[in-house]
């Protein structure tokens, strides 16, 4: 007898014996004949990283769904030596905009939802109120130029709140990073593929650059900032632009302060050596 026959006119096909001692793992395969596992964290592809998580707008109070990452199971493999993150098989950061797709309101998710009725009032004026509303609906995984547009209007978003301006920084910063990991992905043996090449890289200059300024203010106007953190991708953006006097400043900053660990320590010995390396090659 099926014991949960009757479920059929809900869409659920409950075949077979039940058993609820059994979990669903353990059952075999019938047809390839071999007991399921659950996958490894290896072999979890970015649609098995991501969920969907439930948001409300605290403008139009709108409720719509947006990807978010499963933090349990992202495996970070390493980092650049500004500090971009790596993980496997997923770019986390494509999924830290969220974006109203009703009034246009966008912020990184720790932003979103702490916004005063001042900056709802300038947000409705310079953005909601020009904004095509978009669809709810919501694809399996963001791709890199999606996450990017979703930034980009987070940037607007905070452009318009007056937010510090080391939230702004941080938003650029996530939209270089994603830029350059593009370039690097992007071949340049055809005409088309070069000129892709020198699109993104025009951004994410830009965009690095916007970064840099706007730490470089944040680092000495914004107070409850973490110094050590904020140094030293400074000194990182800072040998990129060739600004190499800025560069060594922070680099003995960090190795003379004993808030900073000794992993950071040993990176700044790399980031000095860099900084040496360079000066006598242009001297």
Not at 220 to 225: D, I, P, Y
Request: charged share 30%; glycine share 4%; net charge positive.
């Amino acid at each position: 007898m099926n014991l949960l026959s009757g479920l059929e006119k809900f869409g659920i096909k409950a075949d077979g014996d039940l058993d609820i001692t059994k979990n669903p793992d353990q059952h075999k395969d019938t047809r390839e004949g071999v007991i399921k596992k659950r996958p490894s964290l290896e072999d979890l592809t970015e649609k098995d990283l991501v969920l969907q998580k439930s948001v409300q707008c605290p403008i139009c109070d709108h409720k719509f769904k947006v990807l978010a990452v499963k933090s349990a199971k992202a495996k970070r493999i390493g980092s650049d030596s500004d500090t971009r993150p790596h993980y496997h098989n997923i770019d986390i950061l494509k999924y830290d905009a969220i974006v109203c797709p009703h009034c246009g309101y966008a912020a990184m998710t720790k932003y979103f939802e702490h916004i005063s009725a001042t900056q709802m009032r300038w947000v409705k004026e310079a953005v909601c109120s020009k904004f095509t509303p978009l669809s709810d609906d919501v694809p399996e995984t963001y791709s890199a130029d999606e996450a990017v547009d979703r930034y980009k209007l987070a940037l607007v978003s905070a452009m318009a709140k007056r937010a510090r301006t080391s939230e702004k920084a941080l938003i650029c910063l996530r939209i270089a990073w994603i830029r350059r990991d593009q370039i690097k992905e992007i071949p340049d043996h055809t005409p088309e593929q070069l000129r892709k090449r020198q699109e993104l890289s025009q951004e994410y200059e830009g965009f690095y650059r916007q970064a840099y300024d706007g730490f470089t203010q944040a680092y000495s106007q914004e107070t409850g900032l973490n110094n050590v953190s904020i140094e030293y991708i400074l000194a990182n953006m800072a040998i990129h632009f060739k600004e190499y006097g800025t560069a060594s400043k922070l680099i003995s900053q960090l190795l003379g302060n004993p808030n900073a660990n000794p992993r950071v320590k040993d990176r700044c010995l790399e980031l000095k050596e860099k900084v040496v390396k360079a000066t006598k090659s242009n001297s």
